[in-house]
């Protein structure tokens, strides 16, 4: 994947980049000066959703053919538009350790769904490859889940040769867990006429007792 940046005078006005449709960018790396870009906001957005943080972008525009990761985005809320961007240039040949998504396949055809909760545990996993290797996302299928107790752990996950998941084979990925029952707590009707006489009553003794008092 391809994205065009611009190198980044430190002169320009932040301000008046972000008006007119940029966003500021840095990019370094363990060989890799830090070198300030301009990027155009729609298309690192519709970079963003397409690749997420663990697909390796080209940054097309430097001195020289850079490949990077999205490491950091940080958001203007107010606005809700990309506020500034950090890649982390990654080094050919050398293995890296990065954070993948986990994407659930096969849930609404679980058994388990008809018995029990399926806990989703996971939803990302630190992973060490070559760049060249490295997933976009690593998929589990929870069709197989039929009964309580089931699970699914780190080991068995499926990976591609030369990736390997920083976390113990037996981490709890996801599972099959009872469905908690419900206690309906029975909420006794107070009658209002009850209440009317009781006080009555209440009012009554009162009453007596100032007289013999």
Sequence with gaps: MILPVTLRDKSQNLKNLRANGAVPA???????????LIIDAKV????LSEAGESTIISLEGMAEETEVLIKRVEFDTLKNTVHHVDFYAIERGKEMTT????????????????????????????VTCLPRNLPSE??????????????????????????RIEAEP????????????EVEQEVEEVSMDSIEVEQKGKDSGEEKAEEGA
């Design 99 to 126: 954070k993948v998504a986990i994407r659930y396949e096969g849930e609404e055809d679980a058994e388990a769904n008809k018995i029990g909760v399926i806990n989703k545990v996971l939803h990302e996993v630190e």
């Design 44 to 47: 690192f957005s519709k970079t």
């Design 26 to 36: 840095v990019v370094y790396g363990p060989k890799q000066e830090a070198v300030s």
């Design 138 to 163: 690593l998929v589990v299928n929870i069709s197989s889940l039929t009964n309580l107790e089931d699970k699914i752990l780190v080991k068995d996950i499926k990976l591609e040769a030369g990736v």
């Design 170 to 181: 037996d981490d709890l990925v996801v599972g099959v867990s009872a469905i908690a029952e």
